[in-house]
């Protein structure tokens, strides 16, 4: 069946740090693919989305690109600030379904 | 986009009672969803709310423990029936329209106590 695996966290970095979160799917024919976001106390967000192969998706500074030859779409910021503090969910959506598979969350925690 | 309205935000419950959620959404949409999330985990799909029948649980639910209404397509309830501590957790409404993203509430934290 289909299956996100993402990179564990927590991850704690310094303000203007690069972040990079690692994801890796399992799943047959060319899923979706997108990266949701979880500010603290709130429900989730759509960060951004990419739905076929080497297409980049990006957000408020944030990017990834859907790489079919590794079954990736690791998530990059460049700088991140404290208000990035989050749980990020990699997940993916099949073509002939409607169903999202969620990755386990990263916590990432910015501080200033 | 889609503006979705979820209530109550947060309740503390006795075990053995049940509590039902609530999820508006501000236009029609064709798809409705229920998910748990459990404390430090991932989101699970429970079931799609189906307009006009009933809806199709995932496996691990049964709709004795979690029966959902949709009784139109801009709204539907999820109940937590013979609440345990267990059942402490987040529950999310999501919906999509055709081939577009899903877009979610933001959420129901229970504490059942």
């Known amino acids: 069946g289909d299956s996100v695996t993402q990179m564990e966290g927590p991850v704690t970095l310094s303000e203007e740090a690069c972040l990079t979160i690692n994801c890796t799917y399992t799943a047959t024919g060319y899923p979706s693919l997108f990266w949701y976001v979880q500010y603290p106390g709130e429900g989730l967000q759509l960060l951004l989305k990419a739905t076929k192969a080497d297409d980049k998706g990006s957000n408020k500074g944030f990017e990834a690109t859907y790489r079919k030859e590794t079954t990736s779409f690791h998530l990059e910021k460049g700088s991140v600030q404290v208000s990035d503090s989050a749980v990020y969910f990699c997940a993916l959506k099949r073509s002939n379904d409607y169903k999202l598979s969620f990755g386990a969350g990263t916590t990432v925690t910015v501080r200033a | 986009s889609a503006v979705i309205s979820q209530k109550p935000s947060r309740d503390i419950c006795q075990r053995g009672t049940s509590l039902t959620i609530q999820c508006q959404v501000d236009s029609q949409v064709t798809m409705m969803f229920w998910y748990r999330q459990q404390p430090g985990q991932s989101l699970t799909l429970i079931a799609t709310?189906?307009?006009?029948?009933?809806?199709?649980?995932e496996s691990g639910f049964v709709i004795d423990k979690f029966p959902i209404s949709r009784p139109n397509l801009t709204f539907s309830t999820l109940t937590v029936s013979n609440m345990s501590p267990e059942d402490s957790s987040i529950y999310l409404c999501?919906?999509?329209?055709?081939?577009?993203?899903?877009?979610f509430g933001q959420g129901t934290r229970l504490t059942v106590v």
């Open positions: 709310a189906n307009q006009g029948s009933e809806a199709t649980y």
């Open positions: 999501s919906v999509e329209r055709q081939n577009t993203e899903a877009f």
